[in-house]
Nanobody, 128 residues
């Protein structure tokens, strides 16, 4: 895991907003895709939203569509996840990760198994 990659997590009430930032330059390598993933207690890690760097195609998990928006600042090599209308079920540790070998190009989008370079994560807690 790479340190100091993600920031912006915290405690927020239901309906609130947070913006997560991923300093992709901290990964120190090129990548084919970059994305946000989350892992709630007792659950498997899941893809939330990802961007392909080859064509800018984005994928967003159905349960957060309309509430979460991924964006990328190529000049700053930073990826953001704007999270609005947060719900208690969004509570999790959120990770930023990159696909360095292109695996994600040949598989369903935003599958954590295709991402091999991970940040330490930032915790998001949504209170009811």
């Amino acid at each position: 895991q790479v340190q100091d990659v993600e920031s912006g997590g915290g405690l927020v009430q239901t309906g609130g907003s947070l913006r997560l930032s991923c300093a992709a330059s901290e990964f120190s390598s090129n990548y084919y895709a970059i994305g946000w993933f989350r892992q709630a207690p007792g659950k498997e890690r899941e893809g939330v939203s990802c961007i392909s760097t080859s064509d800018g195609t984005t994928y967003t998990k159905d349960s957060v569509k309309g509430r979460f928006t991924i964006s990328r600042d190529t000049a700053e090599d930073t990826v953001y996840l704007q999270m609005d209308s947060l719900k208690p079920e969004d509570t999790a540790v959120y990770y930023c990760a990159t696909d360095r070998d292109g695996s994600s190009l040949y598989n369903p989008p935003c599958d954590p198994r295709d991402y091999d370079n991970w940040g330490q994560g930032t915790r998001v807690t949504v209170s009811s």
